[in-house]
Nanobody, 115 residues
Framework: QVHLVESGGGLVQAGGSLGLSCTAS????????MGWYRQAPGKQRELVAT???????NYADSVKGRFTISRDNAKNTVSLQMNSLKTDDTAVYYC?????????WGQGTQVTVSS
């Protein structure tokens, strides 16, 4: 059974930084493309960043230049470094495959950016 466990969220002031991590189990991590997603209150879940199994990355326009996605296939982890955070970045952040599989959603990790 696949498990994706996110960690690293918290409360940070606007302009600050946070690093998120996601540990995967139950799948051959090195051959799947991964993504970070987020869901803000009252909004639909959106794709934030993706990374292919070969390490190619892509970002939503809203986070381009501020967020960096990376992966460590030896540790089955995918990370999201978030800099220059804005209040609009407040959301629950999730990792999943890209494209996502609905049965793989974990608990997510809350990121709150205060003004």
């Amino acid at each position: 059974q696949v498990h994706l466990v996110e960690s690293g969220g918290g409360l940070v002031q606007a302009g600050g930084s946070l690093g998120l991590s996601c540990t995967a189990s139950g799948l051959i991590f090195s051959i799947v493309n991964m993504g970070w997603y987020r869901q803000a209150p009252g909004k639909q879940r959106e794709l934030v960043a993706t990374i292919t199994r070969d390490g190619s990355t892509n970002y939503a326009d809203s986070v381009k230049g501020r967020f960096t996605i990376s992966r460590d296939n030896a540790k089955n982890t995918v990370s999201l470094q978030m800099n220059s955070l804005k209040t609009d970045d407040t959301a629950v952040y999730y990792c999943n495959l890209h494209p996502y599989l609905s049965t793989y959603w974990g608990q997510g990790t809350q990121v709150t950016v205060s003004s």
